[in-house]
């Protein structure tokens, strides 16, 4: 961990840290710094701007706004596909770190769990977590280029496989889709150049051998963890794939809806409007800019679903603001914070709603790990 103010456990060669190591500082409405849990503190943060008992979840004006900043400068990120906090930051001129986060009351932003991967100079482009495995799908190239390769982690022993994935394998001028989901034990990776219009889809075991492979007419990806023990591969207005029982099945979809990203029974999907379909329920509102990115990053928690969308040079929020209406939230700018950055996952719990995201510092060029939300007191 190049990480100031953290405290390390090592439970394992690769660095794990132990359960509420990290925790960050918290400011209150006069942004006077208070110290840290642990080993030291290290986050700073804001809160004001509203609040009250009469919170309305469709006019986030009356939510208190906070903001943290943690340690750290990362070139680029991944998000696990599973639901779960883990990230896969990539630290400037460093190694990959992944780390379990947290909003905490007291302390903001809390890392729970982190590793330290050695030997990895090289960028996240997705990224999955279940309980035994870790896996991570790299580019050496910073802009989705370059070679790629497969990373598969033991949680439990520590061990590594690695190797190349593509045919042909990537070059530096090579700009890969691709779409990342672990499947219990095993791994299901989607890469193709984006150039040739004609991808793969494999199913690798956790050792990385090859089990099972498909090639579409397609390299949008998007992996989707729909229903237990499978996982769906969207390949835009093409259809879908559906992946279970070491089996390929090519399914349809409604060519005029794009899917983005989904989890569990919810799915968010654009045409000239935008809709979180959420099983039955279905919430439909604007675009919240007129350029986005995929993918769109969803996670449950306090009674509802939420979901984070890059934007041109940052991120919102898209939430159920009442019967059939999609809201959005957007990171407000503060005097310490531009609100540029990179979206990395949304924050929904009781009465909160926010998103961590690499905040683009200026004018210095650092990206640390930010947080903006709202919270209902």
């Not at 804001?46 to 939510?63: A, F, H, K, M, N």
């Not at 990537?170 to 991808?199: H, K, P, Q, Y």
């Not at 503060?334 to 009781?350: N, Q």
Request: proline residues 5%; glycine residues 12%; hydrophobic residues 40%.
């Amino acid at each position: 961990m190049t990480r100031s103010g953290s405290c390390v456990a090592a439970l394992l060669a690769l660095g794990w840290l132990s359960a509420g190591c990290g925790a960050r500082t918290s400011l209150d409405t006069d942004e006077v710094t208070s110290s840290g849990a642990g080993a030291g503190g290290g986050s700073t943060a804001s809160v004001g701007g509203g609040g009250g008992s009469d919170c309305r979840i469709d006019d986030l004006s009356s939510w208190e706004i906070e903001r943290y900043r943690d340690f750290g400068d990362y070139e680029r990120a991944a998000v696990a596909t599973s639901g779960v906090p883990w990230v896969a930051l990539k630290n400037r001129d460093g190694n990959i770190v992944l780390e379990k986060l947290a909003i905490d009351d007291l302390y903001g932003i809390v890392v729970t769990e982190s590793i330290d991967l050695q030997d990895s100079p090289v960028y996240p482009v997705g990224f999955d977590v279940s309980q035994r495995h870790f896996a991570i799908l790299t580019t050496t190239g910073l802009n989705w280029n370059g070679d790629v390769e497969l990373w598969s982690i033991d949680r439990m022993t520590g061990e590594i496989a690695r190797g190349p994935v593509g045919d042909p394998p990537a070059n530096a001028s090579f700009t890969v889709g691709s779409a990342l989901a672990l499947l219990d034990d095993e791994i299901v990776v989607a890469t193709g150049r984006l150039a040739d219009d004609v991808g793969v889809i494999e199913l690798r075991g956790a050792d990385l051998s090859l089990r099972a492979s498909l090639t579409v007419e397609s390299t949008n990806f998007t992996a989707v963890h729909q229903v237990e023990h499978a996982v769906d591969v969207y390949l835009g207005p093409q259809g879908r794939v559906h992946v279970a029982n070491d089996t390929f099945t090519q399914e349809p979809v409604d060519p005029s809806w794009a899917v983005l990203g989904g989890l569990d029974d919810a799915l968010v999907q654009f045409d000239a409007t935008f809709q979180l379909v959420d099983g039955a329920d279905v919430y439909e509102g604007p675009w919240p800019h007129s350029q986005i990115s995929a993918p769109a990053v969803l996670r449950r928690g306090g009674g509802r679903v939420a979901f984070s969308l890059e934007t041109e040079l940052t991120a919102v929020v898209g939430y159920p603001a009442g019967p059939g209406q999609l809201g959005w939230m957007e990171i407000e700018p503060s005097s310490d914070a531009s609100g540029l950055g990179v979206g990395l996952l949304p924050v929904t719990e009781e009465g909160r709603l926010g998103v961590l995201y690499l905040g683009l510092e200026i004018p210095h060029p650092e990206q640390p790990l930010r947080y903006f939300g709202r919270r209902c007191r």
